[in-house]
């Protein structure tokens, strides 16, 4: 049984393997569409522990936008939609500042201002960290209930079900026919979502460690450059919690993960899980071809 991971697109799902990656589109046609490409194994040292989290953040990123970026030109062809290049760089590029400022500039900002009511809180790192974390992760709650009201991204949110459903599925050894996937949950503790919190998590704690009276431009600018580590952190977490997933403390320490990815997936309907079907077998007949 191979490790299968997942992203949910424009229209359609995409899935990775060790050796390879496929996505699969539906057109406004009722056709699916299908890119899948094989992958270069990754040098040593980019799969040591802690590097691998941030090295996996990446290339995920990488591939994400190749698989937008096809979904686009597929589920809008017909509709004379098509995204240029140019176009989703400056989306992504717009997002990435957007993330900055809204989940890193501005909880710090507010944590200050509200510091400056409660004198304690700028005298204790750790108190001081977990105003900001707490802040950063209502931000993050209110961002995706607000999305989650866009018709577009609810479909994404419901092809998010199928993905998961469908690897639900195939780690169980199920058949992977319709009626067999539409039993599973659209949960899944290795989700990106689940992935998320944890960052926020872990950021609380690694934060305390910073110097509480250095100036304010110093303390975002080590918020951005301690990514690569808290990233590395959250991912180890998250791998061992998905191998011991049947602890009873592992399965209390997954529940607020699952329970965010309710606001991240919906059931999604046959279509879509067909959709996500067919992108789990192409990757899959990647890995056996590339074995």
Same mark, same amino acid.
């Given at each position: 049984?191979?490790?299968?991971?997942?992203?949910?697109?424009?229209?359609?799902?995409?899935?990775?393997?060790?050796?390879?990656?496929?996505?699969?589109?539906?057109?406004?046609?009722?056709?699916?569409?299908?890119?899948?490409?094989?992958?270069?194994?990754?040098?040593?040292?980019?799969?040591?522990?802690?590097?691998?989290?941030?090295?996996?953040?990446?290339?995920?990123?990488?591939?994400?936008?190749?698989?937008?970026?096809?979904?686009?030109?597929?589920?809008?062809?017909?509709?004379?939609?098509?995204?240029?290049?140019?176009?989703?760089?400056?989306?992504?590029?717009?997002?990435?500042?957007?993330? $900055?400022?809204? +989940?890193?500039?501005? &909880?710090?900002? %507010?944590?200050? /201002?509200?510091?400056? *009511?409660?004198?304690? !809180? @700028?005298?204790?790192?750790?108190?001081?960290?977990?105003?900001?974390?707490?802040?950063?992760?209502?931000?993050?709650?209110?961002?995706?209930?607000?999305i989650g009201l866009w018709k577009d991204i609810r479909r994404i949110?419901?092809?998010?079900?199928?993905?998961?459903?469908?690897?639900?599925?195939?780690?169980?050894?199920?058949?992977l026919s319709i009626n067999n996937i539409k039993k599973h949950s659209?949960?899944?503790?290795?989700?990106?979502?689940?992935?998320?919190?944890?960052?926020?998590?872990?950021? $609380?704690?690694? +934060?305390?460690?910073? &110097?509480?009276? %250095?100036?304010? /431009?110093?303390?975002? *600018?080590?918020?951005? !450059? @301690?990514?690569?580590?808290?990233?590395?952190?959250?991912?180890?977490?998250?791998?061992?919690?998905?191998?011991?997933?049947?602890?009873?403390?592992?399965?209390?320490?997954?529940?607020?993960?699952?329970?965010?990815?309710?606001?991240?997936?919906?059931?999604?309907?046959?279509?879509?899980?067909?959709?996500?079907?067919?992108?789990?077998?192409?990757?899959?007949?990647?890995?056996?071809?590339?074995?």
């Open positions: 049984m191979k490790n299968i991971g997942g992203q949910a697109v424009i229209e359609g799902v995409m899935m990775k393997g060790r050796k390879g990656w496929s996505v699969a589109v539906r057109s406004a046609n009722g056709e699916i569409h299908i890119k899948k490409e094989p992958l270069n194994e990754l040098p040593f040292f980019l799969k040591l522990p802690l590097i691998r989290g941030f090295s996996s953040l990446i290339h995920a990123l990488i591939l994400g936008i190749k698989a937008i970026e096809y979904s686009a030109s597929k589920a809008y062809e017909e509709e004379g939609k098509q995204l240029s290049n140019i176009s989703i760089f400056l989306t992504i590029l717009t997002s990435m500042l957007l993330g $900055i400022a809204l +989940f890193i500039l501005l &909880p710090l900002y %507010l944590t200050k /201002i509200i510091g400056a *009511l409660f004198p304690q !809180i @700028l005298n204790n790192s750790l108190l001081f960290n977990l105003v900001d974390g707490i802040i950063r992760i209502l931000f993050f709650l209110l961002y995706i209930i607000i949110f419901e092809y998010h079900g199928a993905e998961h459903k469908v690897i639900h599925a195939y780690e169980n050894g199920n058949d659209p949960l899944h503790p290795r989700c990106g979502t689940s992935f998320l919190l944890i960052v926020m998590v872990i950021s $609380i704690l690694t +934060f305390s460690f910073i &110097p509480k009276e %250095l100036p304010f /431009i110093y303390k975002f *600018l080590s918020r951005i !450059i @301690l990514i690569p580590l808290i990233a590395g952190i959250s991912y180890e977490f998250l791998k061992l919690s998905a191998k011991i997933k049947n602890n009873p403390i592992v399965k209390i320490l997954i529940q607020p993960g699952l329970m965010l990815q309710k606001l991240t997936t919906r059931e999604p309907d046959e279509s879509q899980i067909e959709v996500a079907i067919k992108a789990l077998e192409e990757v899959l007949r990647l890995e056996e071809s590339n074995a």
